[in-house]
């Protein structure tokens, strides 16, 4: 829920996408898997195997991509304003590129991606939410596995 909080603020404050604060988001989603694991750990006394620790972390990464990935097409569906001033800015680059189309030609495609915009950005954060969460659950269940056989 943190996540989607500060998305719709970053989105409310205008914050430009290529800002960095924009990565506030993916702190927010690694904490959590930290956090998650740790928890997880203590619970058990320290004495975990790292299938264990990897499975508690794929848990909740798994759920927190299924979330955010309804939030995203949530979001982009009922945001048309947002979806028109993307088209504006692909049709003026598209214009300027694609010699080999005639502006007729371009503005189906825009239409086109208009309609599946909300698909394919959920798609995308599908994608980086998994990646994201496989490296952090493997990187803190390898170190807290390490980290419990020293002990």
């Known amino acids: 829920m943190l996540m989607v909080a500060?998305?719709?603020l970053l989105y409310l404050n205008k914050v430009n996408e290529s800002s960095g604060v924009q990565f506030i988001g993916y702190l927010?989603?690694?904490a959590g898997i930290v956090w998650t694991l740790v928890a997880f750990n203590q619970k058990a006394g320290g004495i975990v195997k790292f299938?264990?620790?990897?499975?508690?972390g794929f848990r909740c990464f798994v759920v927190v991509t299924l979330l955010m990935a309804i939030f995203t097409f949530a979001f982009y569906k009922t945001n048309n304003e947002l979806l028109d001033q993307k088209a504006a800015l692909t049709r003026q680059e598209l214009l300027k590129t694609e010699k080999n189309r005639t502006p007729k030609e371009i503005d189906e495609?825009?239409?086109n991606g208009k309609k599946n915009f909300a698909v394919f950005a959920a798609s995308g954060a599908i994608f980086q939410y998994l990646f994201i969460g496989?490296?952090?659950?493997m990187a803190t269940s390898g170190l807290l596995f390490l980290r419990n056989k020293k002990s």
Request: proline share 0%.
């Open 6 to 8: 500060v998305g719709i």
């Open 28 to 30: 927010i989603y690694g």
């Open 51 to 56: 299938g264990e620790l990897f499975n508690q």
């Open 109 to 111: 495609m825009i239409e």
């Open 134 to 137: 496989a490296i952090v659950t």
